[in-house]
């Protein structure tokens, strides 16, 4: 399962047819006595003046505990969040904020999946701007396991007419130009069954883009299905939010 992103393309494209240390020393000269096995290790370091040991010791030390807290506030299952661009919306989904903010506007690299019945022309061909916009996904309350979908997003301009969703290209380079992740999950994140644990005060983040229409009105929806122990859905458990803003 690609990501959020990629489950909606595919989505997308099925769409179209029918119509996501050193510390071990530890700084203490005397700790040679206590391990027989690292008296190598001592005698390498012996030819220092034992005072320099501390100095030494302490530095691992905090570069060590400094990595855990570079991860603090993001699952361990996502990218580094990317931020950037002017907030247009804000959606409320239970405990979880969403946040949206337009990025920027690159050209169309391919033909979207969607197609107009009538002219079975693609409705986002090559060539044409697209609009990226990021999602900023906030736990304020407590755990929640999710799927693989994560928490739902999805945009419609309000003028939007054709019934199949907007659409937009799947780019993985177009979106590194434009500063945003193109996928939730970080490399190697996948399991089975598919349970991500969004802890309390976490974040991710994840782009999107679709057609470019300049200060077009737009709905962004938002909903949380949580899964069980299992990775069963739990439908009886959704939670579904709404915003609103303008294209610029």
């Not at 690299?109 to 701007?129: H, M, Q, V």
Request: with cysteine; aromatic share 8%; glycine share 8%.
């Amino acid at each position: 399962m690609r990501s959020v992103r990629s489950a909606r393309m595919a989505v997308a494209a099925v769409a179209t047819v029918s119509l996501l240390a050193l510390s071990a020393c530890s700084g203490d000269s005397d700790s040679e006595s206590d391990e027989e096995p690292r008296a190598e290790e001592s005698s390498a370091s012996s030819e220092e003046p034992t005072e320099d040991a501390p100095a030494e010791s302490e530095e691992p030390t905090e570069s060590e505990d400094a990595a855990p807290a570079g991860a603090e506030g993001q699952p361990a299952w996502a990218r580094p969040v990317t931020t950037g661009g002017d907030l247009i919306s804000t959606i409320e989904v239970g405990d979880v904020t969403v946040e949206v903010y337009q990025v920027s506007t690159a050209k169309a690299t391919e033909d979207g999946n969607f197609a107009d019945p009538d002219t079975n022309k693609p409705l986002l061909a090559k060539g044409d701007d697209v609009v990226f916009v990021n999602y900023v996904v906030t736990n304020n309350g407590e755990a929640i396991d999710l799927g693989s979908s994560l928490v739902n997003i999805s945009a419609r301009y309000d003028d939007w007419q054709w019934l199949q969703g907007m659409d937009g290209v799947t780019d993985d380079a177009l979106y590194e130009a434009q500063g945003v992740n193109d996928d939730v999950f970080a490399d190697g994140s996948y399991v089975d069954p598919s349970i991500y644990t969004f802890g309390p005060g976490e974040q991710y983040s994840y782009g999107e883009n679709f057609k470019y229409q300049a200060g077009s009105p737009i709905t962004f929806e938002a909903s949380i299905t949580p899964v069980d122990a299992e990775g069963e859905l739990l439908h009886d458990q959704n939670v579904e939010g709404e915003g609103t803003g303008t294209i610029s």
